[in-house]
């Protein structure tokens, strides 16, 4: 059996060419969604929200569906779910529409995406927006920003460039910790942190610590060597 993959446009198809001669067809629903939707539709979760939207977020259209959507056996919402996406996204009409009369006269009645995007494309799309736009994902992502936002900003730097892998805060790990590297000099550590290092510490002599000087302000590293000392 041969496996070819192609890349077109954003989307990856892989098709598996059996002996008989049958093509099966896999289409990236992520793919797809970023080059299909994105140009209408905000695709972050949670999205941002702008004056001139040229259609609702896609989070908010995947749980307006779900919420309005009325299934007795749970089982059959997800299929129910795709089916609708099929049926809507090529033959649009506000009738069909789980949307309140005031989003679709502000938003309109989407075009028909008919020779835009296939069936087999509309249904891998709708697929992975079932599974992404999930409201427990969503609550875990708030639970986890809330988090992040109590941080302090120094420690929210320290944790959006992955510096708490290998540097603990008050203890040594895999290098040292960032007490200890807050009795060196503030123009030695930003140094450090601009063009990385090797041998620098006693005990961690093979470890090599990268450059960031393409990933971190000047801004940053202040903000970051203040939080440092006060640990």
């Known amino acids: 059996m041969k496996i070819i993959t192609i890349i077109s446009l954003g989307t990856v198809i892989s098709l598996s060419i059996m002996g008989c001669g049958k093509k099966e067809i896999h289409y990236d629903g992520e793919s797809l969604l ?5 140009t209408c539709h905000n695709l972050d979760m949670p999205p941002k ?3 001139d939207e040229k259609a609702p977020p896609m989070m908010a259209v995947s749980f307006h569906v779900k919420d309005f959507m009325k299934v ?3 089982s059959d919402k997800k299929p129910k779910f795709i089916a609708f996406f099929k049926d809507y996204v090529l033959y ?3 009738k069909k529409s789980f949307c309140d009369k005031e989003s679709l006269k502000s938003y309109g009645v989407m075009p028909s995406q008919k020779g835009h995007v296939s069936v087999d494309e509309v249904g891998a799309i709708a697929e992975y ?5 999930d409201q427990d994902k969503f ?3 708030m639970k986890a920003k809330a988090h992040f936002d109590a941080l302090p900003k120094g420690e929210q730097i320290a944790t959006k460039n992955g510096c708490l892998t290998c540097h603990g805060k008050v203890k040594s790990k895999a290098a040292p910790s960032f007490k ?3 009795t060196r000099d503030k123009k030695e550590i930003s140094a450090t942190i601009l063009n990385g290092s090797k041998g620098k510490w006693k005990g961690f002599e093979r470890m090599t610590m990268p450059a960031y000087k393409n990933r971190i302000s000047q801004k940053e590293i202040t903000t970051l060597l203040k939080w440092m000392k006060k640990l």
């Not at 970023?34 to 994105?38: E, I, P, V, Y």
């Not at 927006?129 to 736009?133: E, G, P, Q």
């Open 139 to 141: 609550m875990e992502q």
């Open 72 to 74: 007795e056996n749970p």
């Open 92 to 94: 649009p009409d506000a």
């Open 180 to 182: 200890e590297i807050a």
């Open 34 to 38: 970023k080059h299909k939707c994105a």
């Open 49 to 51: 929200t702008y004056k």
């Open 129 to 133: 927006v079932y599974d992404y736009y």
